[in-house]
């Protein structure tokens, strides 16, 4: 949109948006970590079985599911800051009342209105992404899923300092980790409202303070031009290029400004590249907005527009499953460390194992194990295993941002769940040593972490500012299905029979991976859109 002015600058903004973006990465990546350890502390206090300890995490995603979609629809609408406040806010306080839970289901409760709230803390992604240019948008939104990996380490370093050293139990362990949210609300008074954003609403005066905010910050100076509104044009433009000898090609931006020559000075720069695509004489129909601003609210941020063509019908559908399988995959990936840890205790118990492998077990766990509640709380060896594998999302985060320019968005992401298969087919393979198979576990979670991330970086890409908001926010909510169902897999599955569960995850991923192929659009080095093309008529 303002290509030209991000462009020139690798940072958008002052230390504030920066924080603003990364500790809402690292609250996001503390909650979801969290599962891994309330689950077994939960499941000893209230005497819990399998699927009551499944619940806690389903609660959760299930509040994901929920408010996905509606924080995705009120940001395309109310703006990318104020959701992002309301939404700091909203689990700060359900955390700190999470904190205070004195049954199991007002713990069910409290954790799935946190679940309703983080789910709003994906928009960062969206916010940040329109501040980046096309050049350096991957690296800096791989960067910014550095700081998830970072919070998932901090959640299980403060849980072992919390729950062993300290001894103060699960309750304190809640409320500490809202801590850094409190932190994050002082940051948004630094943070400015979304230039791509301002111009879709039509508010060309704010859109261009924020620019000029930019190329303060970056000691530069606007290109020359002027940004104008959709209120200008009519219901629906049929725009020619025309091109003569000695007359510089023209043609229409985003925002119906024209511009000769250099088609990158101003917002709308991004749709230059579209036209580029087609014949001089070729018209193109535009997506146009109602001219009154309250209607523009109205049109932006619905579900419906992310059926509006063909070729997005086919994207959102594919990127749906790859969103599920994502998250199926890396959730349960979390879920099954410490029921892989807590297995072999159970086995070591019954003289099954001598505590230092995995047995082929699936005929030993068939009695009533998934009815036991049975106590059987994380110690220090248990925690240092999930800090090493834990660790893994960062080498997978560091593997997608170096490929992720060299074969592309889909390719990495295909290549990424092909690994998560064989990582899981190796963990089929029995007896196994326990450091072997948690080497396997920490293969697959930073493959899984990285086929993710790279999810992260096409989603924004590849839908328009008219629907970013809400095309990421439908992807987070069917990735909670995902989330809402591998609990029963990772946890109740798994006490049955481990080599069902390594292949409903393999199978998963492998539709993911074919998925990731059948996208019809490569975003890798292209500029982000602010329009769609409805049809074409010649």
Not at 169 to 179: A, E, N, Q, R, S
Not at 448 to 461: I, L
Request: aromatic share 12%.
């Amino acid at each position: 949109m303002f290509s030209q002015s991000t462009r020139r600058s690798k940072r958008a903004d002052s230390a504030g948006f920066k924080s603003a973006c990364l500790s809402l990465q690292v609250v996001d990546a503390m909650e979801i970590m969290l599962l891994a350890v309330l689950g077994p502390a939960a499941r000893c206090e209230y005497n819990l079985t399998a699927v009551e300890e499944g619940l806690i995490t389903t609660s959760v995603f299930i509040g994901n599911f929920l408010g996905a979609g509606v924080w995705g629809a009120l940001m395309d609408r109310y703006g990318r800051k104020k959701g992002l406040f309301v939404v700091c806010i909203f689990v700060c306080t359900m955390g700190l009342l999470s904190a205070f839970s004195f049954s199991y289901w007002y713990l069910l409760l409290t954790r799935g209105l946190i679940g309703f709230g983080i789910s709003g803390g994906a928009q960062a992604v969206t916010f940040y992404s329109e501040f980046l240019p096309a050049k350096q948008r991957a690296y800096c939104l791989l960067l910014i899923q550095v700081f998830f990996a970072m919070g998932t380490l901090f959640e299980v370093i403060l849980a072992l300092v919390v729950m062993v050293y300290a001894n103060l139990g699960w309750h304190y362990l809640l409320g500490f980790t809202t801590v850094p949210l409190f932190l994050d609300l002082f940051a948004f008074w630094l943070v400015p409202e979304s230039a791509r954003f301002y111009v879709a609403s039509g508010e060309m005066k704010k859109a261009r303070a924020v620019l000029e905010k930019v190329a303060r910050t970056n000691k530069k100076s606007l290109p020359p031009g002027r940004l104008v509104s959709d209120k200008e044009r009519t219901r629906e433009w049929l725009v020619t290029a025309s091109t003569s000898k000695g007359n510089p090609k023209k043609k229409m931006t985003a925002n119906g400004a024209y511009i000769g020559g250099d088609l990158d000075g101003i917002a709308g720069g991004d749709l230059s590249d579209d036209y580029d695509d087609y014949d001089d004489s070729e018209k193109i129909r535009l997506i146009s907005k109602p001219k009154e601003e309250e209607d523009y609210k109205k049109s932006r941020g619905n579900l419906k527009d992310l059926f509006a063509s063909r070729e997005l019908k086919i994207t959102t559908c594919l990127l749906w499953f790859i969103w599920f399988g994502a998250a199926f995959g890396y959730y349960g990936i979390v879920l099954l460390t410490t029921e892989m840890l807590e297995i072999i205790k159970d086995l070591t118990a019954r003289n099954l194992t001598d505590g230092t492998f995995m047995p082929c077990h699936d005929f030993s766990l068939a009695s009533n194990m998934t009815n036991e509640t049975k106590c059987s709380p994380l110690v220090t060896e248990d925690y240092l295993h999930m800090l090493w594998t834990t660790s893994a999302e960062l080498p997978g985060i560091l593997l997608t941002a170096f490929i992720i320019e060299r074969i592309g968005r889909k390719k990495t992401m295909a290549a990424e769940f092909a690994g998560c298969i064989i990582g899981f087919f190796l963990m089929y393979i029995c007896p196994v040593d326990k450091y072997l198979l948690m080497f396997f576990v920490f293969l697959v979670r930073g493959l899984v972490t990285g086929a993710f991330q790279a999810a992260y970086v096409y989603t924004p890409e590849v839908y328009p500012t008219s629907m970013r908001a809400i095309g990421l926010g439908m992807c987070s909510t069917v990735a909670r299905l995902g989330s809402m169902s591998t609990p029963f897999i990772a946890q109740v599955l798994t006490r049955k029979s481990l080599r069902g569960t390594e292949g409903t995850y393999a199978g998963v991923f492998f539709l993911a991976g074919i998925c990731s192929l059948l996208l019809p659009i490569e975003t890798k080095g292209k500029r982000m859109k602010d329009v769609v093309k409805i049809n074409r008529k010649t």
